[in-house]
């Protein structure tokens, strides 16, 4: 049975689109059930990061196939479908193979070569596999990417410097401060506990800066300010912590803003609009967009990371 592709990335759509298509894991797992339920498909993987939301299926006939995915990806996302035409990507046969190879690779990723991209299809895998959208094809199809993204870091040096998002996003602010990477002194505020927080932090640390981490589980931020000699904090302490903070990194998975323009003007007031640089690494976005217009704020999002790597 092809495989067929039909997706939106980096490359073919703005940060503003990539907002609205983005997915959590319930989406994932109800759009992979829904394109297996289409009477054209028969399987279904669902690719959804920071980057890219990307549907892998078995489709006999390509107008018909496409047909059907292009529908579930406007209902489950809530985007018409006539605005679906110019953002999409297609690939069938053997170039949607060829493309999610470079995708495991890290060939396709913002950051060249990143290694997160292998976790995301595994667990991009998982879902599929529970929602009842595994069969031959999609088990081959993520076995051999997952080979190939594991020869592409042991056979090349792809991933030998900057190799994800976190990283970085760490690199980005050592630059806005400094030229000798360090940031000894300067204290630095991680909203989020999962990977790309515990991956900040872990940058963070190696250039001595002074660390809290908020998350919504006040042990959770505590469990991993302890590993890097750091503070935790529940939501509910970012409104002093951003008094004191130097620089603020947030990337989350939350499905609403973190940070309003409200809670950072109060910030801004209590500082004395002592300048703050926000890096909102999470889409969607943890951080109003408006924020940057408060003065003293300097918000930097994905499109920067982009530009900079």
Not at 177 to 203: E, P, T
Not at 249 to 263: C, Q, R
């Amino acid at each position: 049975m092809p495989v067929l592709l039909i997706g939106c990335s980096h490359r073919t759509s703005s940060l503003d689109f990539l907002e609205r298509v983005a997915l959590g894991v319930d989406l994932q797992g109800k759009m992979v059930k829904s394109l297996v339920d289409q009477t054209h498909l028969s399987e279904a993987v669902v690719l959804s990061t920071c980057n890219r939301v990307e549907l892998y299926v078995a489709a006999e006939r390509f107008h018909a196939g496409y047909a059907e995915a292009r529908d579930v990806l406007a209902e489950v996302t809530g985007v018409p479908v006539d605005q679906l035409g110019d953002e999409v990507q297609i690939a069938y046969e053997d170039e949607a193979v060829d493309h999610l190879f470079r995708v495991a690779a890290g060939l396709e990723s913002a950051v060249v070569g990143e290694h997160e991209i292998v976790g995301q299809l595994k667990s991009a895998w998982e879902v599929s596999q529970l929602y009842g959208g595994s069969g031959t094809l999609v088990n081959q199809l993520l076995r051999h990417a997952i080979g190939v993204a594991k020869r592409a870091r042991t056979e090349t040096s792809i991933g030998r410097h900057t190799a994800s998002v976190s990283q970085a996003a760490v690199a980005l602010v050592a630059g806005e401060f400094g030229d000798d990477g360090s940031l000894a002194k300067r204290r630095a505020l991680v909203i989020g506990a999962g990977d790309m927080g515990r991956g900040m932090m872990s940058g963070l640390a190696d250039r001595k800066a002074e660390l809290t981490i908020a998350n919504r589980s006040h042990d959770r931020a505590a469990f991993i300010a302890a590993e890097f000699s750091g503070t935790g904090i529940g939501l509910s302490g970012l409104p002093s912590a951003l008094t004191d903070t130097d620089v603020v990194l947030s990337g989350t998975s939350a499905t609403d803003l973190v940070l309003d323009v409200e809670t950072l003007e109060r910030a801004m007031e209590r500082r004395e609009h002592r300048p703050l640089l926000v890096v909102d690494v999470a889409v969607p976005r943890d951080v109003d967009p408006a924020a940057g217009q408060i003065e003293g704020v300097t918000l930097l999002d994905m499109e920067d990371i982009r530009a900079f790597v």
